[in-house]
């Protein structure tokens, strides 16, 4: 079956702007997870959805906001973009649980200029 | 506080040497513990999940509550074997904690 997939795979924007980004979880799968990585701080929790609720949030500033759709489709939005939020941003998803690992998409790679 | 930590950032081995990855955690509730392997250039890919104690790719570890560990072993390294490995800690919240990562490089 079809895995994590994540667009766009690469964005390149100016500071100021806004960004959107989009993850199509594995059928079935209801939970989906966003992650930014970076060199320096890793691989840190931004929020995770659950039948279209937001049911966790990482300490990422408001300008971090994500939504998910009746099809369990997720969008996550960063409002003006600093350049400290150049990363690699990873979905997730999982079932219900989480308990059997979470199946990552590829990411997108946001650059801030 | 949950915390996951691996001690090595890089671990360097020879083809056909035992190796080991460290990983160690701080979570006072029941919990979830997988280990993620990244290949160059490529997705992050479960590697281990202690629930499952299942063997993927030669590796295999136990949850030791007791010393708060969970740490892979294979017993002969291979070149495909190099990559970026995390730990991370999932549990009630749904979200995963994880480790720094350690580089294993896998030498001819």
Known sequence: KAGVTQTPRYLIKTRGQQVTLSCSPISGHRSVSWYQQTPGQGLQFLFEYFSETQRNKGNFPGRFSGRQFSNSRSEMNVSTLELGDSALYLCASSDWTGGHGYTFGSGTRLTVV | ?108
């Open chain 2, 1 to 108: 506080a949950q915390r996951v930590t691996q001690p090595e950032k890089l671990l360097s081995v020879f083809k056909g040497a035992p190796v080991e990855l460290k990983c160690n955690y701080s979570y006072s509730g029941s919990p979830e513990l997988f280990w993620y392997v990244q290949y160059s250039r490529q997705r992050l890919q479960l590697l281990l999940r202690h629930i499952s104690r299942e063997s993927i790719k030669g590796f295999t570890a136990d949850l030791n509550k007791g010393e708060t560990s969970f740490h892979p072993k294979k017993p002969f390294a291979q070149e495909e074997d190099s990559a970026m490995y995390y730990c991370a800690l999932g549990g009630a919240t749904n979200k995963l904690i994880f480790g720094t990562g350690t580089l294993l490089a896998v030498q001819p």
